[in-house]
């Protein structure tokens, strides 16, 4: 499980990845239900830990399961 940040660092919600060998009757990801503090669509992920990366041209990823990928073969990035 991760915690989902919004721009201030307020933790607003969480999101996490069932494991492989749980099968088809699991969602692939598992999200904290929508609330007013986590509207989905409303927090790009990742912005209040990545905001001096953002200034310097990061890289942009879809999921943070994708941008622990990127970083993990670019820790500067």
């Not at 991760?2 to 969480?14: E, K, P, S, W």
Request: glycine share 12%.
């Amino acid at each position: 499980m991760l915690a989902i940040r919004d721009q201030h660092g307020t933790i607003a919600g969480y999101l996490g990845r069932a494991r492989p060998c749980t099968g088809t009757a699991v969602p692939k990801y598992l999200n904290s239900p929508q609330t007013a503090a986590s509207a989905k669509g409303a927090i790009l992920l990742g912005i209040y830990q990545g905001r001096a990366a953002l200034a310097r041209g990061a890289v942009l990823a879809e999921c943070p399961f994708d941008a622990i990928a990127i970083t993990s073969c670019d820790p500067g990035r």
